[in-house]
């Protein structure tokens, strides 16, 4: 029982140390620590060894700062997992850990354990971890161990996200959580009738979770004050600030107290984003569970070389086919019209087994598709980029890129999709000769070079081009002139004659003698 309490007091030192940035303090802890493990974890003495070699070769440089972080994080990683870390280690609440052992949740993630004790501690935090490592319960957690119960209607929690299915997502999981706590959690987002949205508001909630502009439309009409908010989540941020929602973001911050903690969790990270937070945010802490954009180890990815999107559709549903109907295949593409298009070419083969969602849907359909996918009435869905971070459906087999994204950002999201929750999961690349500038960005990203099958023999591409494939063809030489327009005149009509009438003082004698010839007198 002592050498268990010895090994998780050790992971708790871990947590803390990987964060340090100063490199005496590191060396600090380096050697205290080499010498706890010469004793019980002799296999690591020669990592903790190279650590100090580092020191030698670095002391003093800026290189040593860069190079020491990946050494670490090495013997890091490696002493996790010889020990056995529950959630009963971290310093829950009684009622999370009775829900957290009906959901039948026993060990954290790396994410989830790296992040508790710093966004306990009350700083800004930064969580930069894969997609489907369990980032929504790693702000909640600490949220919920730091909520008070207060008889105040408004809220002390306030979560962001960038889309409706992200927050339904977000929302369920906290109502698991705090099935034995009195915490009213509630959702709200665009595209659903404010009045009713508004009234389940102001009955009071402990946790507002939304998108930033149905946020703002409630704080702004005064239906929701914001004056006892303590913790501010800001979910996939890269993606709330890429589709135009920073203006409404700030705004939003306007009516916040100046008190209050934040933090913020995305997959990637990318520079302009970084500024951002660094403008909003106080000396945060950065946890990374991973390197930023680097994919799950558990999805197998590979690709086919294709030449358009009629051989695209073939090769799809040759796949489809080969895999059955027992595969759950989500199938991403870039645009809306590209979506609706693939989805008319598909309908025939898969009747009812396929399903199409994108922001040009009513919500309602939205919800029901994914939950029709959920539960298996539907094996193949086709979706956009704007939802590859709103959809958490357990047991996605594979995940089909119909076409390479422009963003190598929304690659990794768009993959994170399979391979959760300790599944292995397959990713599946169509790649054209136009994707291949693309298809670098994303390999650069990952660093790491992606694998192509080839095409079966008895599959037959055509050479047939839709019109968006045409290359446009520009005529040489210069356009023809337009003859130069003469001099305008007035940008507004001639007036007509009774409008002309200029305001003068009435006469009463010349007005009768316009009328009768003679001036007539009043009596």
């Known amino acids: 029982m002592k050498s268990q309490k010895d090994e998780r007091s050790l992971i708790n030192f871990f947590d803390r140390a990987f964060l340090l940035i100063h490199p005496l303090r590191f060396l600090v802890k380096v050697s205290f620590l080499k010498l706890r493990l010469h004793n019980k974890h002799p296999c690591f003495v020669s990592d903790v060894g190279f650590l100090l070699e580092l020191r030698c070769e670095f002391i003093g440089k800026r290189s040593f700062i ?6 670490f994080d090495n013997l890091y990683l490696a002493l996790r997992k010889t020990v056995s870390m529950t959630f009963r ?9 009775t829900a957290l052992d009906d959901l039948g949740y026993h060990t954290p993630t790396t994410i989830q354990a790296a992040g508790f004790s710093v966004m306990m501690s009350g700083k800004d935090t930064i969580g930069i971890a894969q997609t489907g490592t369990g980032k929504t319960l790693a702000y909640l957690l600490p949220c919920l161990c730091m909520w008070k119960f207060s008889k105040d209607p408004h809220p002390q929690i306030l979560i962001i996200v960038p889309t409706r299915e992200l927050v339904t997502q977000v929302v369920s999981e906290a109502e698991k959580l705090t099935t034995h706590m009195n915490v009213v959690v509630c959702g709200v987002y665009g595209g659903a009738n404010m009045n009713t949205q508004a009234k389940m508001v102001l009955q009071g909630l402990d946790i507002l979770v939304g ?10 009409s005064g239906y929701v004050q914001f004056k006892h908010i303590k913790k501010v989540v800001i979910d996939e941020v890269d993606e709330t600030l890429s589709l135009g929602f920073r203006r409404q973001l700030l705004d939003v911050f306007d009516f916040l107290p100046v008190k209050r903690q934040h933090m913020v969790f995305s997959a990637t ?16 802490v950065r946890v990374e569970a991973a390197r930023v954009g680097l994919p799950l180890e558990k999805i197998d990815q590979t690709g086919y070389h294709v030449p358009n999107f009629l051989s695209k559709v073939t090769l799809l549903r040759h796949l489809i086919e080969q895999l059955g109907p027992e595969a759950k295949i989500l199938v991403f593409v870039s645009s809306r019209a590209l979506a609706d298009l693939l989805f ?19 919500q309602n359909f939205r919800f029901d598709t994914v939950q029709k996918f959920q539960t298996g009435e539907i094996s193949v869905l086709i979706a956009t980029d704007l939802i590859a971070r709103g959809i958490d459906v357990t047991d996605v087999s594979h995940v089909i890129n119909f076409d390479i994204p422009e963003s190598p950002e929304n690659y990794i999201h768009r993959i994170g999709r399979t391979g959760r929750a300790d599944k292995n999961g397959i990713a599946i690349t169509f790649v054209s000769e136009k994707d291949e500038p693309a298809l670098l960005a994303i390999q650069e990203l990952m660093q790491r070079q992606l694998s192509f099958t080839d095409v079966a023999e008895d599959i037959e591409f055509t050479e047939e081009l839709l019109e968006f494939e045409k290359p446009k063809i520009e005529v040489p030489g210069k356009g023809v002139k337009l003859p130069r327009r003469g001099a305008r005149g007035a940008s507004f009509h001639e007036k007509k004659a009774k409008n002309k009438k200029v305001n003068v003082r009435y006469n009463h004698k010349k007005a009768m003698q316009d009328k009768y010839g ?3 007198k009043k009596r």
């Open 344 to 362: 008319k070419e598909m309908e025939a083969s898969l009747t009812e087994a396929l399903g199409i969602i994108h922001s040009n849907k009513a």
């Open 269 to 284: 990270l990318s520079e302009d984003v970084s500024l951002f937070l660094d403008d909003y945010l106080i000396t945060p």
């Open 211 to 220: 998108t930033p502009g149905r946020i703002l439309d409630l704080v702004s």
């Open 518 to 520: 003679k001036p007539k």
């Open 66 to 71: 860069q190079n020491k972080y990946k050494a």
């Open 89 to 97: 280690d971290l310093s829950l609440k009684k009622p999370l850990w």
